[in-house]
């Protein structure tokens, strides 16, 4: 059975066919690494990570490429903001966004190429852009001549005429139609800049994906992704400036994630509820927050609470128990034979679901309900007097498996010890500070990892369980 993509283009799922066969081309759409990324940042990195670990489960071979944008606007106000440089800026938050998806589970790019290092490929782009007559330059700015590309809208299901209504010449641009946008962006005074034969600049946002999805993927690629918020303007960009280049098709299945809310209402800073992934992680498993977005399809939206985390954190707990208390039960089962068959079958029919689930357009949430049916006939089957290892055996090594497919863990990593004190002394320091929530967030993380402490008036003892 093909696995089925539903491709924002055509507003269709479409068997997933990919150019040459067995393997995969999947460009993702990175950060502006200007600050710590927000829980709507952390939703593509989960999504298109678990996309790219069911591809390689499946047999293929993923070569996965996602950029940073390392120099922008942001970059150059929060540099100054911060009393710093673009390029320390950018590398600051480029280690930040590695530490928290990371813990996230994702793994990392097969390439994580950076704007500052594919200047020169850029510039080429957009000298052959002027060349072919769908650029021009104005005043040491460089715009796209977007009614040139007969095409523009297609991917966001737009016409010209509906996009010209919204169209304005800001203050300062030069344009031949307020449709065009930016390739390349004259330095201000003091600003950060590159020398190109326009003179002293930097890209425009959109043409960054372009010039390096070509470079490091070719003309035309699989699998193009990213936020929901990047059909329109910035992917539709980057079909206009890579197919007037190429006169090839850019990427042939086009996916995006849906939004995040926050108690039901859109995350701003204006309404006080926006969520650094970085400040969630200092009290939430990460596990927690991966299994939470997993478990709503990755096409809608999701909604973020206390109550909705909590209970994606007890779900998830209900699974690992099972696997636990399997594993427990493995050291006293016998060898036995007799139903065997019949709950070897019952496994492997539970894994193919899983399978038919995710080969439906990823169907993560529906996978994660495979998950809970797999725990529940493992509890059933516990609950029998004589269990057989062949049938306990089968029942982890398919929850190790689907597991391992979800970025998920079974099983905490051990803590070293130097943790294990570092975790103690923030816990005394939350006392001290009468914070006893973090104090209790702290004692029940050491414990889900077999950590028991002993307060005692000598001080906090520890030791593993």
Known sequence: MAIKIYNTLTRKKEDFIPLEEGKVKMYVCGPTVYNYIHIGNARPPIVFDTVRRYLEYRGYEVNFVSNFTDVDDKLIKAAAELGSDVPTIAERF??????????????????????????????????????????????????????????????????????????RIQAGEKKEDALDFTLWKAAKEGEIYWESPWGKGRPGWHIECSAMARKYLGDTIDIHAGGQDLTFPHHENEIAQSEALTGKTFARYWMHNGYINIDNEKMSKSL?????????????????????????????????????????????????????????????????????????????????EFIKEMDDDFNTADGISILFELAKQANYYLMEENTSVKVIESFMQIFEELFSVLGLQLEAAELLDGEIEKLIEE???????????????????????????????????????
């Open 427 to 465: 816990r005394l320091a939350a006392r001290r500070n009468r914070d006893f929530q973090r104090a209790d967030q702290i004692r029940d993380q050491l414990k889900e990892m077999n950590i028991i402490l002993e307060d005692t008036p000598q001080g906090t003892r520890w030791k593993r369980g």
């Open 94 to 167: 480029i280690e930040a966004f590695f530490e928290d998806v990371s813990a996230l589970g994702c793994k990392r790019a097969n390439l994580h190429p950076r704007v500052t290092e594919n200047m020169d490929i850029i510039i080429e782009f957009i000298e052959t852009l002027i060349e072919k007559g769908f650029a021009y330059e104005s005043d040491g700015d460089v715009y796209y001549r977007t009614r040139r590309f007969d095409e523009y809208g297609k991917l966001s299901h737009q016409s010209i005429d509906d996009l010209k209504i919204g169209a």
């Open 272 to 352: 006080g509820n926006f969520v650094l992934v970085h400040d969630i992680l200092k009290s939430v498993d990460p596990q927690v927050l991966r299994f939470f977005m997993l478990a709503v399809h990755y096409r809608n939206p999701i909604n973020f609470t206390d109550e909705l985390l909590r209970n994606a954190g007890a779900g998830l707990e209900r699974l690992k128990t099972s696997y636990q208390n399997l594993k427990y039960r493995l050291n006293v089962s016998a060898n036995l034979t007799t139903n065997d068959e019949e709950n070897l079958q019952k496994i492997s029919d539970l894994k193919n």
